[in-house]
Nanobody, 129 residues
């Protein structure tokens, strides 16, 4: 059972930046993919970004491409989501997720919340206009 703990959410003005962190309990994380999803009130949970742990290959939703950067620190078994140029529509609860599989770059598969094995508790990000 992998445990994920997010941190770093908060309130920021439009155009500002935040960095989210996701610490994983699994010491051998090389076969995993880590992802970030978000869920705004009344909306479905949506894919934001993912990183294949062993290769650092990254994947992004079109809505965040060029503004958000996903990365990882293997020594700390921690993933990060650097969010720049934030907009009010980025306001949501952000969830870290992990899966013990390689999606092979299949964005359709990565985009389904049901395809992920483990979830963090979520962290609120609020962007004021």
């Amino acid at each position: 059972q992998v445990q994920l703990a997010e941190s770093g959410g908060g309130l920021v003005q439009t155009g500002g930046s935040l960095r989210l962190s996701c610490a994983a309990s699994e010491r051998t994380f090389s076969s995993y993919t880590m992802g970030w999803f978000r869920q705004a009130p009344g909306k479905a949970r949506e894919f934001v970004a993912a990183i294949k742990w062993s290769t650092s290959r990254t994947f992004y939703a079109n809505s965040v491409k060029g503004r958000f950067t996903i990365s990882r620190d293997n020594a700390k078994i921690t993933g990060y989501l650097q969010m720049n140029s934030l907009k009010p529509e980025d306001t949501a609860v952000y969830y870290c997720a992990a899966a013990s599989r390689d999606y092979g770059g299949n964005m359709l598969a990565m985009g389904r919340p049901g395809a992920w094995d483990y979830w963090g508790q979520g962290t609120q990000v609020t962007v004021s206009s």
